[in-house]
Structures are given as structure tokens and as C-alpha cells.
């Protein structure tokens, strides 16, 4: 995809703050830290349009891109992350269970996982509340210059295994340092918005 026109929308913690222009939206979700400011500002080809944090757990709202005034990406807030109470890991599930639950305008979700690592439970939990949603995701495995290119069947084989993924999903390896995989993460968000 040509980018023309990028740019950071407005946070929300609940629906009325929700933007209101009707364009279809791809979520992006996964733990704290596993790079979904860096694969934002990868796909949008800026370099911090999305504050990439030293900090895990900092995108406690959601966030939404306006990409070439007719498509959203959304960042949910990043979930594991242990240094942070119950009661705020549970707020920050409800953002995202709110927003994936009422989001008429949400087309799929981009679930991110480290492909250096299994998938962890939270993970799993995830993916069967996107299973819920009736919606097809888009698996990104970050981190992908921290591993050579012969490992990634096997380490795409073994998250598709762990999620228990049907043959259609695709698993993307992906890396902002390397820039692998941005091509093919919006092939496959085009793909879904025929």
C-alpha cells in the first residue's frame, strides 16, 4: 500500500470517544512490549507516529491512525505485562474487550506474538476470544531479526501449532529493523478489505 496520509487520530478509553467516520478498522493486539508501535510505524513508514516505549505496558488507552483517510488502525492496550496491579491489568482488558465487542466498523485483528517464543496463555486467550469474535486474524510474529531465516518454519509452524490455527491464517514473520514482512502484512489487510 502507498502511504499519502498518516496520521495519529485520537485515544479513547470508551465507545463515545470512538472516532465516528465509518472507515473500516484493523485492530492490532498482543502482550505489552511484543512491537506493535514499531509494526505501526513500520506499515505507516513513519518513524514515531506510534511512541515506541523503553517501558513495557504503556499504551494503556486505544489508539487510533488514520491511514489515507479511509482506513484505521487501531492499538489496543498491551496485555501480560506483570509490574502493573490486577486492577489495572483488568481495566485494560475491558478497553479491549469493549472495543473489539461493539466495533461494527473493526474488519480483523492483527494478533502479534514473538516468534522467538511460544506463544504464551495470555496469548492463547486471545486468540480464542478472536475465534469468538467470528473474525479471521492476521498472526505477525515480531522480532524476526532476532532469529535467522532458517529458523522461521519452524518457529511460525510451531505459534500455529500453539494457537491452534486453522490453514487459512496466515503467520507473518516480522521485523521494523529489517523491515521484513511489512509488504506482506499489507497484502494480507488488503486481501480481507476486498
Same mark, same amino acid.
Given at each position: ?47 514515531? &507516529? ?8 504503556? !499504551? ?12 484505521? =488502525? ?23 474487550? !469493549? ?12 494478533? =502479534? ?45 510451531? &505459534?500455529? !501449532?500453539? =494457537? ?7 503467520? &507473518? ?22
Amino acid at each position: 500500500m502507498i502511504i499519502k496520509k498518516a496520521e495519529f487520530i485520537i485515544t479513547a478509553v470508551d465507545p463515545l470517544g470512538y472516532p465516528d467516520n465509518g472507515w473500516p478498522e484493523i485492530a492490532l493486539a498482543g502482550r505489552s512490549n511484543v512491537g506493535k508501535s514499531s509494526l505501526i510505524n513500520a506499515l505507516l513508514n513513519r518513524k514515531a &507516529i506510534a511512541r515506541v516505549g523503553n517501558t513495557p505496558g504503556k !499504551t494503556r488507552v486505544i489508539n487510533f491512525y488514520n491511514v489515507n483517510d479511509g482506513l484505521m =488502525l487501531v492499538d489496543l492496550p498491551g496485555y501480560g505485562y506483570a509490574k502493573v496491579s490486577k486492577a489495572e491489568k483488568k481495566s485494560w482488558g475491558k478497553l479491549a474487550e !469493549t472495543y473489539l465487542a461493539v466495533r461494527k466498523t473493526l474488519r480483523t485483528i492483527l494478533l =502479534l506474538v514473538d516468534i522467538r517464543h511460544e506463544p504464551t496463555e495470555d496469548d492463547c486467550i486471545m486468540m480464542d476470544y478472536i475465534r469468538q469474535t467470528g473474525r479471521a486474524p492476521v498472526i505477525v510474529a515480531t522480532k524476526a531479526d532476532k532469529i535467522s531465516r532458517v529458523e522461521y518454519k519452524k518457529q511460525t509452524d510451531m &505459534i500455529r !501449532t500453539v =494457537l491452534n490455527l486453522a490453514e487459512d491464517i496466515r503467520v &507473518i514473520p516480522f521485523s521494523s529493523i529489517k523491515r521484513i514482512g511489512i509488504e506482506e502484512v499489507w497484502s494480507a489487510i488488503e486481501n480481507i478489505m476486498k
